[in-house]
């Protein structure tokens, strides 16, 4: 394979897997119910993925660094929400 289809696909499981939080965290926005969302998962999740985001800047990774910090802007709404309503 060439690098354009790796990054190609890189690309396109960051983005699927970015917007797979996104459901989770509209729920919780609107409804402000959090009884079902495990504060060590959103803290353990949280601390991986801003690890993650420091990883993909130091390999100047796009797919790793879109991934990673947007997943983890999504997961620190639900781990306020979780601290706050939970």
Do not use: C, E, H
């Not at 495990?38 to 999740?45: K, T, V, Y």
Request: charged content about 5%; glycine content about 12%; cysteine-free.
């Amino acid at each position: 394979m060439t690098f354009a289809l790796y990054y190609f696909l890189g690309l396109a499981g960051s983005i699927i897997v970015t917007v797979s939080y996104l459901p989770q965290a509209i729920k919780t926005v609107r409804t402000r119910s959090t009884g079902d969302l495990s504060l060590a998962w959103l803290g353990a999740l949280t601390v991986g993925l801003i690890l993650y985001t420091a990883y993909g800047i130091s390999i100047s990774s796009i797919p790793v660094m879109i991934s990673s910090g947007v997943g983890g802007a999504l997961v620190i709404v639900l781990l306020a929400y979780k601290i706050r309503y939970g």
